[in-house]
């Protein structure tokens, strides 16, 4: 199982660099079947391995040999790490299946086929980066996939070579690695202090210090998350090809900076509240500024750039009620990443399918769409009910989590979050069910006469999904109970 886990990273990254050097369409094919075994493996060596905590040690380096039981180099499953690692193994298969299609002369939104090689390549690449962060035993070790996801993502969202994919590619590029500049500090700062880069070393850190390198982790993770203050880069990364944005939201990048705080909180018991209080705050601060935002987007791509944007908040602000002690809360994050990965998945897929007939994304030109694509109609719907939390769909059960726990919490700051949730969560759901409607329903308009539904790489992607926002967070809730 361990060698299996460890072919999860080295396929896809061997894999785009053949893929890199084929030619056309036969990359396209090539890059489909290394994605299909990766998700293959994942889950094989998944369910083999749950629910024990799964570990292969590769080794260290020589010059860095003074580190305490540590080998920088190696695997780490255990309930967490699984969760994201199907998460990305799952839908980067997805992906590149609908990619097999999208990427055609006959998308109206992209009309081309040029740079298949180049476009597999750093998708490939980023499967296996992030299959690396979910496999990471260690903070260095995560910290040099993280970096890799950082590079994917710029080269994926600036694909098209346009002028405004150029610029969007780079502010990603910058804002990101500010905040891995966060990351690398803390890991240095926690290796000089206490001589390990565990997820554990910050328990052995002085108060003081723990609270400092938590809130640099936590502005690593903002900049990867696209929250307050770093939250501009997403909205205009949308400019990417639709399948990348899918990606990048649903299980790549942005889950990377959630996930390392999870994984922190996780291993770490006790850590300072006043640092916890800061990762709240600013959770809080994003959703109102998202929202707010929501109401000015006429672009549907840029819409849900905006929603993922509050729901990674969702997630950091769970993993910091944790560490005021709501285990529940902790678990409703963990189960958030799940969730809302098929969800808004689901959501952006929908949205390429609508751009890939019709080659309009704009909210105002577009009425009717669900008599002209009703298979896509249907999916945006159950994209809409899961990321939106309506029971029984997706995120219904991790956000009832997150809830509860706030209002379990004793004193004046559970009860506030956790209203503040349920106001957040309202308005949501009818900004978005209003847009929704908008849409799909009404009087075709001219550019939902061109709609249909798509060809059957991009609809059997929008059918998995849409089974997965349902069932992936049930199955998800198990996993989630061995988590502590």
Same mark, same amino acid.
């Given at each position: 199982m361990e060698y299996l886990l460890l072919a999860t990273i080295v396929l896809p990254i061997l894999g785009a660099v053949f893929v890199g050097l084929s030619p056309g369409r036969a990359a396209a094919r090539l890059a489909l079947f290394i994605a299909l075994v990766t998700a293959a493996l994942a889950i094989f060596a998944g369910i083999g391995s749950f629910p024990g905590i799964t570990e292969l040690k590769v080794g260290t380096l020589p010059w860095m040999a003074e580190l305490a039981d540590t080998d920088l180099f190696g695997i780490l499953l255990d309930p967490l790490s699984l969760l994201m690692l199907l998460v990305v193994a799952v839908i980067g298969f997805l992906v590149v299946l609908y990619s097999n299609e999208y990427i055609s002369r006959r998308n109206r939104e992209h009309p081309h086929e040029n740079g298949q090689a180049r476009y597999y390549f750093w998708l490939l690449l980023f499967v296996g980066a992030m299959t690396g962060v979910a496999l990471s035993p260690n903070l260095l070790q995560l910290f040099m996939f993280w970096e890799l996801t950082t590079i994917c993502s710029w080269a994926l969202i600036s694909h098209t070579h346009e002028k405004s994919a150029l610029r969007a590619g780079y502010k990603a590029l910058i804002m990101t690695h500010l905040g891995g500049?966060?990351?690398?500090?803390?890991?240095?700062?926690?290796y000089v202090s206490v001589g390990s880069v565990e997820f554990s070393a910050l328990s052995l850190a002085s108060p003081a210090l723990a609270s400092t390198l938590f809130i640099l982790f936590l502005i690593a993770a903002?900049?990867?998350?696209?929250?307050? /203050?770093?939250?501009?880069?997403?909205p205009e990364a949308m400019t990417a090809p639709t399948p990348i944005s899918c990606y990048l939201h649903a299980a790549a990048m942005v889950k990377a900076g959630v996930y390392l705080i999870c994984r922190l909180v996780l291993a770490n018991g006790g850590l300072p509240g006043n640092a916890a209080l800061v990762g709240i705050i600013a959770a809080l601060v994003t959703m109102a500024v998202a929202v707010f935002l929501y109401f000015f987007q006429t672009d549907l791509k840029r819409l849900l750039a905006l929603s993922t944007i509050s729901q990674l908040s969702y997630i950091i602000l769970g993993a910091c009620l944790g560490i005021f002690g709501s285990t529940l809360a902790y678990k409703g994050a963990v189960l958030h990443i799940v969730a809302h990965g098929c969800a808004k998945g689901l959501l952006f897929l929908c949205v390429g399918a609508i751009a890939y007939a019709t080659g309009c994304r704009r909210i105002p030109d577009l009425?009717?769409?669900?008599?002209?694509? /009703?298979?896509?109609?249907?999916c945006f719907v159950v994209g809409l009910l899961g990321v939106?939390?309506?029971p029984p769909f997706g995120t219904f059960w991790s956000k009832f989590y997150i809830i509860a726990g706030a209002f379990s919490l004793p004193g004046t700051l559970g009860p506030l979050v956790g209203v503040f949730l349920l106001v957040e969560s309202m308005v949501v759901f009818a900004w978005l069910l209003y847009v929704t409607q908008r849409v799909f329903f009404?009087?075709?308009?001219?550019?939902?006469?061109?709609g249909a539904d798509p060809p059957w790489q991009m609809s059997g992607s929008l059918i998995i999904l849409a089974a997965l926002v349902i069932a992936a967070p049930l199955a998800a809730l198990v996993v989630v109970s061995h988590l502590l």
């Open positions: 500049l966060g990351f690398l500090i803390a890991i240095i700062v926690l903002w900049a990867k998350a696209a929250q307050v /203050p770093f939250y501009t880069w997403l009425r009717g769409l669900a008599a002209k694509m /009703p298979l896509v109609a249907v939106v939390g309506v009404g009087a075709a308009s001219e550019a939902a006469e061109l």
